[in-house]
């Protein structure tokens, strides 16, 4: 089996340089407020981009699927938790006020971008080494953590919330504890799938590597 595409990585080293680039724009923007969380998580982003330029640059002979995917998300997580430790006024008011005001941030924005893009570009991938073999697991994975992504958006939902707060105690805690394990359970082996998804042709890079 060939090698990783260049026509796949360049463009990911591209994007991973506006990644980059906009981590070092964050990062002088909040050393000026001197705002230490938010440069904690700017520096994740920069060394996040740094790391997809290597992979655009051919720097890493296998698992470019799962690098690019690992990437996109610590990206735009990172974009997000930087909002939140500069935005604390919105943090404060809950989780859904909190997303909504990255939505009016440009640079969080770019970062939810690369990191959509840098996944989707990891999705091509791994639709294209040995899709019989990885389209399943990836589906079975996703499947597998819909209940937990079901589950949060219950939880942030107001009415919701309000409902589970008019729950006696005791049922509350049982329904709770239930949720918990089972939940983990799910995601345990959802995120497994995912990865061994994402792993498919880690041994045919290698191999293609070495000739």
Same mark, same amino acid.
């Given at each position: 089996m060939p090698p990783t595409s260049r026509f796949i990585l360049a463009p990911a080293g591209l994007v991973s340089l506006v990644a980059l680039i906009g981590g070092v724009v964050g990062l002088v923007m909040a050393l000026r407020l001197g705002d230490w969380f938010a440069i904690g998580f700017d520096l994740t982003?920069?060394?996040?981009?740094?790391?997809?330029v290597m992979v655009g640059l051919g720097r890493f002979r296998a698992s470019h699927a799962l690098a690019l995917l690992?990437?996109?998300?610590?990206?735009?997580?990172?974009?997000?938790?930087?909002?939140?430790?500069?935005?604390?006024?919105?943090?404060?008011?809950?989780? /859904?006020?909190?997303?909504?005001?990255?939505?009016?941030?440009?640079l969080t924005l770019s970062r939810y971008g690369v990191g959509a893009?840098?996944?989707?570009?990891?999705?091509?991938?791994?639709?294209?080494?040995?899709?019989?073999?990885?389209?399943?697991?990836?589906?079975?994975?996703? /499947?597998?953590?819909?209940?937990?992504?079901?589950?949060?958006?219950?939880g942030l939902h107001p009415t919701s919330r309000d409902w589970l707060a008019g729950l006696p105690p005791l049922l509350l805690t049982v329904i709770a504890f239930v949720a918990f394990f089972t939940l983990l359970v799910c995601v345990s082996a959802g995120l497994h799938c995912i990865i061994r998804a994402f792993e498919i042709g880690r041994v045919d890079d290698a191999s293609a590597a070495k000739q």
């Open positions: 982003v920069i060394v996040a981009g740094a790391m997809g690992c990437i996109g998300g610590a990206i735009a997580v990172s974009g997000l938790l930087a909002f939140a430790a500069s935005s604390r006024a919105d943090a404060a008011q809950g989780m /859904g006020v909190m997303v909504r005001g990255t939505l009016r941030d440009p893009l840098l996944m989707a570009l990891s999705g091509v991938i791994l639709a294209l080494r040995r899709p019989g073999k990885s389209l399943p697991l990836l589906a079975m994975g996703a /499947g597998l953590c819909l209940p937990a992504a079901i589950a949060a958006g219950i």
